[in-house]
C-alpha cells in the first residue's frame, strides 16, 4: 500500500504535531463540534457584544474581542488587566459554556496538561486586514498553565517567535477546527496573526474568530 494511499485515508482525522517543547498543534481537534462552537460564539457575543478595545498606547485593535467566565481580558488607556466585569455593561461577563470548558480540558489533557480549569475565554474576531502585533501574553497570574488556543472560520497566518521580542518569526497557517495549546517553555513565546486575507468561509463568511482560554487567577 502507498504512503499516499494511508494519508488519503486520514486526511480528514485530528492529528498531533510537536511545534517545540511545550507547545502542541492539535490539527482539526475542534472541527466536528464547530457548529456549535459558533452558536456558542454568537450567544456570549448577544450578551458582551464585540468591541475594539483601546491600546494604553491609545491605538485602537483591529481585532474585536469579548470574553466568557469568571475573568476577562480588557485594555484601556490604564493597561491591559483581567476583571471579573464587562466594563461596557458593568455586569459580569457571561459564563463559559461547557462545551468550551470541554474543549479547552480534552486538549490540554491531550498535550500533556492535566487539570487545566481556564477561569477566562477571550474570543477574538478577525475580519479581513484585521492584525495582532508580536506580544507576550503576561497578565496571567498562573504562568504554569497553558494557553489554549481554537482557531475558527478563515485560515490565518500565525507568527509564532522566541522568547525575546527581535526573534524572527516563524509562520503557521491555522485552519477552521486547529487547536493549539502553549504551555511549559513555550508559555511566553512572542506571537501574533499576521493581517487576515479576505475570503469567504461556508459557517463564518469572511471572519475568523479564535477562542484563547488561560487560567488568569489565582486557582480557587
Ligand atoms: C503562544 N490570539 O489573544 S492564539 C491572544 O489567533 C492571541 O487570536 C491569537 O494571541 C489569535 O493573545 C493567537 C495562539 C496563542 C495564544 C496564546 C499564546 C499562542 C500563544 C501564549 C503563549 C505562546
Ligand atoms: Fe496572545
Not at 482539526?28 to 498606547?57: M, Y
Not at 496573526?193 to 463564518?204: F, N
Amino acid at each position: 500500500m502507498s504512503d499516499l494511499f494511508a494519508s488519503d485515508l486520514f486526511e480528514t482525522a485530528p492529528e498531533d504535531i510537536a511545534l517545540d517543547p511545550g507547545a502542541m498543534l492539535l490539527a482539526g481537534f475542534a472541527r466536528a463540534e464547530a457548529e456549535s462552537l459558533l452558536q456558542d460564539v454568537a450567544a456570549i457575543a448577544r450578551a458582551a457584544p464585540f468591541r475594539h478595545l483601546v491600546t494604553p498606547g491609545g491605538w485602537t485593535m483591529s481585532v474585536a474581542m469579548t470574553n466568557c467566565g469568571a475573568l476577562g481580558w480588557v485594555s484601556d488607556r490604564s493597561g491591559y488587566r483581567y476583571d471579573r466585569l464587562d466594563p461596557e455593561s458593568g455586569q459580569p461577563w457571561p459564563a463559559m459554556p461547557p462545551s468550551f470548558l470541554d474543549l479547552a480540558q480534552r486538549a490540554a489533557a491531550r498535550a500533556g496538561f492535566a487539570d487545566f480549569t481556564p477561569d477566562a475565554c477571550l474570543v477574538n474576531r478577525y475580519v479581513p486586514g484585521a492584525r495582532l502585533t508580536l506580544h507576550q501574553d503576561r497578565n496571567e497570574r498562573r504562568l504554569e498553565a497553558p494557553i489554549v488556543s481554537a482557531s475558527l472560520g478563515l485560515p490565518a497566518t500565525f507568527l509564532w517567535g522566541g522568547l525575546a521580542r527581535a526573534d524572527k518569526p516563524r509562520r503557521l497557517r491555522l485552519v477552521h477546527g486547529d487547536v493549539v495549546v502553549w504551555g511549559g517553555p513555550a508559555r511566553m513565546t512572542f506571537h501574533g496573526v499576521d493581517t487576515l486575507r479576505d475570503g469567504d468561509h461556508p459557517m463564518t463568511g469572511a471572519v475568523r474568530y479564535n477562542l484563547t482560554f488561560r487560567q488568569a487567577g489565582d486557582r480557587t
